[in-house]
């Protein structure tokens, strides 16, 4: 088993900026994919960004050029700095982890989930 325990959520301004962080801990050992998702209300999760165990990064299109995902080796942490925010950023945000993942935008591919932290941009 992995958790994940996500911080850095909280209310900015658009046009802001805010760093999400999330801590893995348990059976972490091995090469994990990393990703951020984000789940706003009535809609469904949609990736955000991940990081492969040799440092390859995705990022979904809204937030390209935006947002920058990185992580920690030794810490085993993954960060997401997320810039230039706007209203429709705002939504929980998930940190995800996942084994032998073939679709790194596919929510369903990976086994661990945190518990989600929320963003809200105001104008």
């Known amino acids: 088993q992995v958790q994940l325990v996500e911080s850095g959520g909280g209310l900015v301004q658009a046009g802001g900026s805010l760093r999400l962080s999330c801590a893995a801990s348990g059976r972490t050992g091995g090469s994990y994919l990393m990703g951020w998702f984000r789940q706003a209300p009535g809609k469904e999760r949609e990736f955000v960004a991940a990081?492969?165990?040799?440092?390859?990064?995705y990022y979904g299109d809204s937030v390209k050029g935006r947002f920058t995902i990185s992580r920690d080796i030794a810490k085993i942490t993954v960060s997401l700095q997320m810039n230039r925010l706007n209203p429709e950023d705002t939504s929980v945000y998930y940190c995800?982890?996942?084994?032998?993942?073939?679709?790194?935008?596919?929510?369903?591919?990976?086994?661990?989930w945190g518990q989600g932290t929320q963003v809200t941009v105001s104008t």
């Open positions: 990081i492969g165990w040799r440092g390859s990064t």
């Open positions: 995800a982890a996942g084994r032998f993942v073939s679709n790194y935008d596919a929510p369903s591919e990976y086994q661990y």
